[in-house]
């Protein structure tokens, strides 16, 4: 049985992830589009962007599949919001539990990093959606707006990046287990 690591990534910051993890690790990666049988490997690690609350080509790649004896599943997913806030990791546990059998989502091992984004080269529909919400955001009064709120409309329009490769240690530390 061989390890495997798949990405979902419209904008890069999956796919490099998985890129560094694939070069740390020896273990090939594979776009979700290209996705392979996975009922020979071991471990399967899924990093995927999320956007407007999903997790890109997670359904795609794991609709009907079922963890067999000896597998292990690594989901990892990759968002602008701070994963270490609370109430970003119960968003983004929604947002699996909604995509994924919960037999799966259970035996899962969850791990959240942070991309980046570039405004310049979003698709008219995502440039266009991250306008409606920090117009709607803005009308928030300040007092009421989250940490996450606020460096939203702080970095509105910019390029920025919160890649962290040392945050994969844990994942790697996972699949080597």
């Known amino acids: 049985m061989k390890d495997i690591i798949l990405y979902g990534s419209h904008y890069g910051s999956a796919r490099r992830y998985a890129e560094k993890l694939s070069e740390q690790t020896g273990v090939p990666t594979v776009s979700y589009k290209d996705t392979p049988a996975l009922s020979d490997r071991k471990t399967i690690v899924y990093l995927g962007g999320l956007y407007a609350g999903g997790?890109?080509?997670?359904?795609?790649?794991?609709?009907?599949?079922?963890?067999?004896?000896?597998?292990?599943?690594?989901?990892?997913t990759v968002g602008l919001?701070?994963?270490?806030?609370?109430e970003n990791q119960?968003?983004?546990r929604a947002s699996l539990q909604r995509q994924l059998s919960a037999e799966l989502l259970n035996r899962a091992k969850i791990?959240?990093?942070?991309?980046?984004?570039?405004?310049?080269?979003?698709?008219?529909?995502?440039r266009t959606m991250m306008k409606l919400l920090y117009q709607s955001l803005r009308r928030i009064p300040l007092e009421k707006q989250t940490a996450e709120n606020r460096a939203f409309i702080e970095t509105y329009g910019k390029q920025v990046d919160f890649t962290n490769f040392e945050a994969l240690e844990p994942i790697i530390h996972e699949i080597q287990r």
């Open 55 to 76: 997790v890109l080509g997670l359904i795609k790649t794991l609709h009907g599949f079922s963890l067999q004896e000896g597998q292990k599943l690594l989901l990892v």
């Open 81 to 86: 919001a701070d994963p270490d806030e609370p």
């Open 90 to 92: 119960d968003n983004i």
């Open 111 to 126: 791990f959240h990093l942070r991309g980046g984004i570039d405004y310049q080269k979003l698709s008219f529909a995502h």
